[in-house]
């Protein structure tokens, strides 16, 4: 015997349950200023004891808004992006608004094109876009959009349509930390070079170096993982020509401090490490590792902010980049 399916309820229960006809309720919950404040208050608490849901599809057909973001990803799981994604799901909602999520496979054009269909066809009213490649803003730039657009790219500062971090100002704060210690021998472990945030943090710290005329090494492209700074850190451990190393992210950090610990090298009485983004772990290392904390979930409400302002046509919205923050912990010190 099949159990019994329970119904969710609807429209006509809520106005059943509230005494007025289904078009007062659809006027409701589309704040419409006709309805009296005992009316409004009375559907609302129906509403809130039997759980009712408005079907959203049903909603974009009577109004033309589906009240719906559409939110692109390349497929990462990287904690800047997700964090960012949080935060954006939270203040959409808060706005009233629900957001679908597409991550493309690639950084492709066609890549693009088609995860941009998917969320099209679900009549999305904005659309941002959180993708850290080069490639994907290039192919992006060649698509004709019918919908407002805020994307996460630090490349396109004080761009009314774009939201992001001063990576070049953060690697500028840890690289300069390191000098005013008395480090001049810095080495920069980067991020992949296609990475828009890889770029600008490498841009960042050969500044920070030139300005103080240091011999300027050549930075060692990573991928991101503490495997590769635990590999790196150990090739490095064949030169002990520096005294340094600016990590362009946590994790790399990690695999280096690891090699160096291994190795026999006191931390940061040989060498002084620093890393970027400030993770959950980060004030966990052993040493607690110095970083450049980026506020992702600031990043993720400012977006939707922007995106909000675009749909209802106000422009008082503060769209300068988000200034990231020097943590000064354990990793560093000046050079014996």
Same mark, same amino acid.
């Given at each position: 015997?099949?159990?019994?399916?329970?119904?969710?309820?609807?429209?006509?229960?809520?106005?059943?349950?509230?005494?007025?006809?289904?078009?007062?309720?659809?006027?409701?919950?589309?704040?419409? @200023?006709?309805?009296?404040?005992?009316?409004?208050? &009375?559907?609302?608490?129906?509403?809130?004891?039997?759980?009712?849901?408005?079907?959203?599809?049903?909603?974009?057909?009577?109004?033309?808004?589906?009240?719906? *973001?559409?939110?692109?990803?390349?497929?990462?799981? #990287?904690?800047?992006?997700?964090?960012?994604?949080?935060?954006?799901?939270?203040?959409?909602?808060?706005?009233?608004?629900?957001?679908?999520?597409?991550?493309?496979?690639?950084?492709?054009?066609?890549?693009?094109?088609?995860?941009?269909?998917?969320?099209?066809?679900?009549?999305?009213?904005?659309?941002?876009? *959180?993708?850290?490649?080069?490639?994907?803003?290039?192919?992006?730039?060649?698509?004709? !959009?019918?919908? @407002?657009?805020?994307?996460?790219?630090?490349?396109?500062?004080?761009?009314?349509?774009?939201?992001?971090?001063?990576?070049?100002?953060?690697?500028?704060?840890?690289?300069?930390?390191?000098?005013?210690?008395?480090?001049?021998?810095?080495?920069?472990?980067?991020?992949?070079?296609?990475?828009?945030?890889?770029?600008?943090?490498?841009?960042?710290?050969?500044?920070?170096?030139?300005?103080?005329?240091?011999?300027? #090494?050549? @930075?060692?492209?990573?991928?991101?993982?503490?495997?590769?700074?635990?590999?790196?850190?150990?090739?490095?451990?064949?030169?002990?020509?520096?005294?340094?190393?600016?990590?362009?992210?946590?994790?790399?950090?990690?695999?280096? *401090? #690891?090699?160096? !610990?291994?190795?026999?090298?006191?931390?940061?009485?040989?060498?002084?490490?620093?890393?970027?983004?400030?993770?959950?772990?980060?004030?966990?290392?052993?040493?607690? !590792?110095?970083?450049? &904390?980026?506020?992702?979930?600031?990043?993720? &409400?400012?977006?939707?902010?922007?995106?909000?302002?675009?749909?209802?046509?106000?422009?008082?919205?503060?769209?300068?980049?988000?200034? @990231?923050?020097?943590?000064?912990?354990?990793?560093?010190?000046?050079?014996?």
């Amino acid at each position: 015997m099949e159990p019994t399916r329970v119904r969710a309820p609807s429209i006509r229960d809520v106005a059943r349950l509230a005494g007025v006809s289904y078009q007062t309720v659809s006027r409701v919950l589309n704040d419409s @200023p006709s309805i009296k404040p005992s009316t409004r208050q &009375r559907v609302l608490q129906v509403i809130d004891e039997i759980g009712y849901r408005p079907n959203q599809a049903a909603r974009a057909l009577v109004t033309s808004k589906s009240r719906t *973001i559409g939110v692109l990803t390349s497929t990462t799981a #990287h904690y800047g992006p997700t964090t960012s994604l949080r935060a954006i799901e939270d203040a959409a909602r808060a706005a009233g608004y629900v957001v679908s999520t597409t991550s493309m496979v690639t950084g492709d054009p066609g890549s693009v094109t088609e995860s941009l269909e998917h969320l099209m066809a679900q009549a999305v009213e904005g659309i941002v876009v *959180i993708a850290p490649q080069v490639r994907v803003f290039d192919a992006f730039r060649e698509l004709a !959009l019918t919908v @407002p657009l805020v994307t996460l790219d630090s490349t396109a500062a004080d761009s009314p349509r774009s939201m992001a971090v001063d990576q070049v100002a953060g690697a500028r704060l840890a690289t300069r930390h390191l000098i005013e210690l008395g480090h001049e021998e810095i080495i920069h472990l980067a991020g992949p070079r296609d990475w828009i945030e890889a770029e600008a943090r490498m841009h960042g710290f050969l500044v920070e170096v030139r300005d103080a005329d240091l011999r300027t #090494h050549p @930075p060692i492209l990573g991928d991101w993982t503490a495997d590769t700074g635990y590999r790196v850190g150990h090739e490095l451990l064949g030169y002990r020509d520096f005294t340094a190393v600016f990590a362009a992210n946590d994790q790399m950090a990690l695999g280096l *401090i #690891h090699a160096f !610990l291994e190795a026999g090298l006191d931390v940061p009485g040989d060498v002084s490490v620093a890393g970027f983004d400030d993770i959950p772990e980060a004030s966990h290392y052993w040493p607690p !590792l110095t970083t450049v &904390r980026q506020d992702f979930a600031e990043l993720g &409400r400012r977006a939707v902010a922007l995106l909000l302002s675009q749909l209802e046509g106000t422009t008082e919205v503060d769209h300068r980049q988000v200034t @990231p923050e020097l943590v000064l912990r354990s990793s560093t010190a000046p050079p014996r």
